[in-house]
C-alpha cells in the first residue's frame, strides 16, 4: 500500500469518523511494512498537529469547497501541504507522490486538482503563509477555546504550553529498581551509543534524545525498564508505600502507574488494577506479565463499588481519573479536533462522582493520590477544593515538592518542551 495513502485512511477515521487516534492508528498500521511505518506516523501526528493552519491554507487555494463524499480529497491536500511546509522531501516528489493517492482513490479525475492546488501552494508560499498567520488559531494550530482556557488559567505561561504542544513528545523511560540502577542503565546506553540523559524530578527517569524501538532497548524485553513520561513517574512515590498495604489503582490501564508501583514496593498485601475497558486492561495483564510483578486485575467501573467492592478498604488508593488530556496534546493532536468547550464540565462532574464514590473506600489514615494528565483548574484543584469542602473526614496532605507550580491544593506540572508532559497532582488523607 502506498504509505500516503495509509495515513490518508488513518486521517479519515480520526477526522471525518471522529475516532482516537489512539485506536485508528494501530488498526491500521500493522499492515504497513515496518519500514513505512515510521513515515506514516509522522504525516499522521503531523496533519492533526497542524490541522487548523493547513486548512486555512486549503482555504485560500479552493474557490469552492469540496463536499462531503470528497473529505478524502481535501484531507489529501492537508496531507500534501504538511509535506511541503514541514518535512524534508522534495516538492517535486511530494507533489508526484500525493497526486498518486487520487489515483488509489478512484478518483482519477482529480489528480489535475490535486496537482493544482499544491504547485499554486508553492508559487504564493510566502504570502499565503504570513495571510494565515494573522489568525491565532492558525498561528498556535490551537482551536480558540482551548487558547482561551490555557490563557485564563496560566496567563504567564499559555504561549509556550502552545508551543510545548506542537512539538514532538520526547522518549522516556522508567528504570525497573528491582532490576537495575538508573546509573548504571545510563551508562549501558552510552555504551551502546544512545543519547539520553537523566530526569531530574523522577529517580527512575532517564529520557532519550531520539525515539527508539522498544525492542532495540538493552534488557526490555526482560522487565528492565518501561516507557513512561517522567510527570506520570511521580505517582508512586507519592502513595507513600509501604510493606504489607493494601492499594487499589483506580482507572488503572495501561498500567504504567500499576507496575511502578509494584516495582517500588513489591511486599504489598494486595494491589487491585480497575479498569472499565478490556482491551485496556488487557495492556496492564501484559505490562505485568514482561515485568514478572503479580497484580488482581479487574473489568470494572469504579464508580459502580457495589458490583465489585468486597467490602475490605485501602489503605492507598491512587485515582487517575479520565480528563481532557489537555496536558498530554503532544503525544495525541487529535485532541484539539476531538475535544470540545462543553466536555470540560461533564469531565469535572464525572472526576468529582469518582473521588466521592471512591472515598468511602480508603481506611482510616490512608492517602489517596488524585491525577490527571490536564491543565485546566476545573478539572484539577477545582474538583478537589469542592471534595474537601463537602468531605469532613478528607485533609489535604501537602505535597513537599519544588516541582511544578503550587496551587490552591495540590502541584501543577506544565509540559515542558524537550521534558514531561503536563500533569497535576494532590494527595489527601482520612482523618
Not at 494501530?26 to 501526528?45: A, Q, T, V, W
Not at 489528480?111 to 503563509?129: D, S, T
Not at 511502578?260 to 511486599?267: K, S
Not at 478528607?394 to 490552591?408: E, Y
Request: hydrophobic share 40%.
Amino acid at each position: 500500500m502506498n504509505v500516503r495513502a495509509h495515513a490518508l485512511e488513518v486521517l479519515h477515521r480520526v477526522i471525518v469518523d471522529r475516532r482516537s487516534l489512539a485506536t485508528a492508528m494501530p488498526e491500521k498500521i500493522s499492515k504497513l511494512p515496518e519500514s513505512m511505518r515510521p513515515l506514516s506516523r509522522e504525516l499522521c501526528y503531523g496533519v492533526l498537529r497542524y490541522y487548523l493552519p493547513l486548512t486555512a491554507i486549503a482555504k485560500q487555494l479552493i474557490s469552492k469547497p469540496l463536499s462531503a463524499k470528497n473529505a478524502d480529497l481535501s484531507l489529501l491536500i492537508l496531507l500534501g501541504l504538511y509535506q511541503l511546509i514541514h518535512m524534508r522531501i522534495p516538492d517535486h516528489a511530494v507533489v508526484t507522490e500525493t497526486v498518486k493517492v487520487a489515483k488509489e482513490l478512484n478518483k482519477t479525475w482529480a489528480k489535475g486538482l490535486i496537482n493544482g492546488v499544491l504547485r499554486e501552494f508553492l508559487r504564493q508560499k510566502e504570502a499565503i503563509l504570513a495571510l494565515v498567520e494573522q489568525d491565532i488559531e492558525s498561528r498556535t494550530a490551537h482551536p480558540h477555546w482551548l487558547i482561551s482556557r490555557l490563557q485564563d488559567a496560566w496567563p504567564q505561561d499559555y504561549l509556550s504550553i502552545l508551543q510545548a504542544n506542537n512539538r514532538p513528545a520526547p522518549m522516556t523511560l522508567r528504570v525497573n529498581g528491582r532490576k537495575s540502577d538508573r546509573r548504571d542503565y545510563f551508562k549501558l546506553l552510552a555504551r551502546q551509543h544512545v543519547d539520553a540523559s537523566l530526569c531530574s524530578l523522577s529517580p527512575r527517569g532517564i529520557t532519550l534524545g531520539s525515539a527508539h524501538d522498544v525492542e532495540t532497548l538493552p534488557g526490555f524485553q526482560e522487565g528492565t525498564v518501561s516507557v513512561q513520561d517522567e510527570a506520570s513517574q511521580l505517582a508512586a512515590e507519592l502513595l507513600e508505600l509501604e510493606p504489607g498495604l493494601k492499594v487499589l489503582d483506580a482507572c488503572a490501564a495501561p498500567g504504567g502507574k500499576t507496575c511502578h508501583i509494584l516495582e517500588e514496593e513489591p511486599a504489598l498485601r494486595n494491589l487491585l488494577a480497575l479498569d472499565n475497558d478490556q482491551k485496556r486492561l488487557d495492556m496492564v495483564t501484559d505490562n505485568l506479565r514482561r515485568l514478572e510483578l503479580q497484580a488482581q486485575s479487574l473489568l470494572a467501573d469504579a464508580n459502580d463499588t457495589a458490583v465489585w467492592w468486597d467490602g475490605t478498604k485501602f489503605d492507598r488508593i491512587l485515582l487517575d481519573v479520565p480528563c481532557s488530556a489537555s496536558g498530554v496534546i503532544r503525544r495525541h493532536p487529535d485532541i484539539k479536533l476531538l475535544r470540545t468547550d462543553e466536555d470540560i464540565a461533564k469531565l469535572a462532574a464525572r472526576q468529582l462522582r469518582l473521588l466521592t464514590n471512591l472515598w468511602p473506600l480508603l481506611e482510616k489514615g490512608g492517602i489517596l493520590v488524585y491525577s490527571t494528565c490536564s491543565l485546566f483548574p476545573d478539572e484539577n484543584w477545582h474538583v478537589v477544593t469542592g471534595f474537601l469542602q463537602q468531605t469532613p473526614d478528607a485533609i489535604d496532605k501537602p505535597l513537599a515538592a519544588d516541582w511544578g507550580k503550587a496551587v490552591d491544593v495540590g502541584r501543577q506540572l506544565l509540559p515542558q518542551s524537550g521534558g514531561h508532559d503536563g500533569f497535576y497532582y494532590a494527595r489527601l488523607q482520612k482523618v
